[in-house]
């Protein structure tokens, strides 16, 4: 029996479990789903069902790895997509490592060029981010192996948690409509549910990525600048922080930032030295009278530029870092809450949005808690799966827990011994 063989016959029990249920979205008769089937390594799509329990034998008749269904609500949820008639979509965000520079990618991701003429010969690789196009040859088809670790999952917390103060303090949205989950692989998924964010366009959608991303934000009172400098002197700056939205969130990033900022720091993005000196000598008077006093005028060699520099440079930390196609994508598809990620075996979860830093995906996310296998690991690093600490591997037979096995293998690290 081959590994992946080995796998599909876990899925299978897995899902044929007769406690299995699946948790469903709101609406959900209205929803397309999709299937990537694990035998044929097909994509079946354009499903609807009347209940779980018809959505839950389908699965069970046909096992697929992944499972995915529509943010968007549809009035025929099969028909061919120009005829499904939209009815509206939740609003969703992506945060996933894929996408963001971790720490951590340069050491555990790796890719491979697969186009057969590329100019690298056996393909242009390298390591960390996958790039859109290979540097030598242009092609877009790779051979990408990649790992989710604790500073993974880390990375993708911190962004998610700037995301869900937004949505609450600044979007104003309740915590029962905002929904958290785990993706299933190394990033957080988060859908709003709400009546207003329903009907939104792709615009709109992309108005509130670019809030989200801190792009366009007037966040100087620029306007009022220009104003000033018709005069003759140059006015002092005009930007005042306050206790709302992006101001408050630079008002607070930029305390914080000035605060931990050594002379080093802030050579290293760009203050002339001048007004680092300045900000690091003077830092708690400079600290109340501009940031808590909104006073930022006449501080020796620290201008307007300097100010505006330290604050795109804040703003750049404060904004959440998401895949923005997921969200202005009113067709898009969205792993199923409850089913099995094709390329880790772990489940995508639902958790308060409370318990976000408590949440634990490498414990709450397991889904083969039961038996142990023998495998034939290639390679792994250290990991942490329920609790328990395995690796590194490199060549060498191992005895582990279902749930580690599976993951070694679907990641393509191990082959199954008997
Ligand atoms: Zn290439
Ligand atoms: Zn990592």
């Known amino acids: 029996m081959s590994s992946r063989d080995w796998v599909y016959e876990k899925f299978c029990s897995y899902y044929k479990n007769p406690r299995y249920k699946f948790p469903q979205p709101v609406q959900f008769s209205q929803r397309e789903y999709a299937f990537l089937l694990f035998k044929e390594r097909a994509m079946v799509r354009h499903k609807s069902f009347a209940t779980p329990t018809s959505l839950t034998a389908f699965v069970r008749e046909r096992i697929p790895s ?82 989710a670790c604790e500073q993974c999952i880390e990375t993708t917390r911190v962004e998610t948690r700037k995301l869900l103060d937004m949505l609450t303090n600044d979007f104003g949205f309740a915590e029962q409509e905002i929904h958290t989950f785990f993706s299933g692989h190394r990033g957080y998924h988060i859908h709003v549910e709400n009546e207003a964010v329903r009907s939104l366009d792709t615009m709109a959608r992309k108005e509130i990525v670019d809030y989200v991303s801190g792009i366009g934000i007037d966040m100087f009172d620029q306007k009022k600048r220009k104003s000033a400098n018709t005069r003759k002197k140059a006015s002092s700056p005009t930007f005042s922080l306050s206790d709302y939205g992006w101001k408050r969130r630079l008002k607070n990033g930029m305390y914080k930032f000035l605060t931990d900022a050594t002379r080093e720091d802030l050579l290293k993005i760009g203050i002339a030295k001048k007004g680092a000196n300045t900000l690091t000598k003077d830092k708690d008077s400079l600290l109340k009278r501009c940031i808590e006093e909104n006073r930022w005028g006449s501080v020796k060699g620290v201008g307007y530029e300097t100010w505006m520099h330290i604050a795109e440079h804040v703003k750049n930390l404060e904004a959440a870092q998401i895949d923005t196609v997921v969200t202005t994508d009113i067709h898009r598809l969205i792993r199923a809450n409850g089913t099995l990620h094709g390329k880790t075996g772990l489940l995508k979860v639902e958790f308060p949005v409370k318990e976000l830093d408590t949440f634990d995906p490498f414990v709450g996310a397991v889904a083969f808690k039961e038996g142990i296998a023998k495998v034939q690991v290639s390679e792994a690093p250290e ?24 993951l070694l293998i679907l990641k393509g690290r191990a082959e199954v011994l008997r």
Not at 117 to 137: D, F, H, L, W, Y
Not at 383 to 406: C, I, R
Request: proline share 7%; with cysteine; glycine share 10%.
């Open 383 to 406: 990991f942490k799966l329920s609790g328990e600490t395995f690796g590194p591997f490199k060549n060498q037979a191992a005895e582990l827990p279902m749930g580690a096995a599976v």
């Open 66 to 147: 992944d499972v995915y269904h529509s943010c968007a609500y549809y009035e025929n949820p099969e028909a061919e997509m120009d005829k499904k008639g939209w009815s509206g979509a939740d609003l969703v965000f992506d945060i996933d490592a894929d996408h963001i520079p971790t720490s951590c990618n340069k050491i555990h991701d790796e890719w491979k060029c697969l186009n057969p003429e590329c100019r690298v010969s056996g393909g242009m690789n390298g390591k960390g981010i996958t790039p859109e196009e290979c540097p030598a040859c242009g092609g877009m088809k790779f051979d990408v192996k990649t790992w």
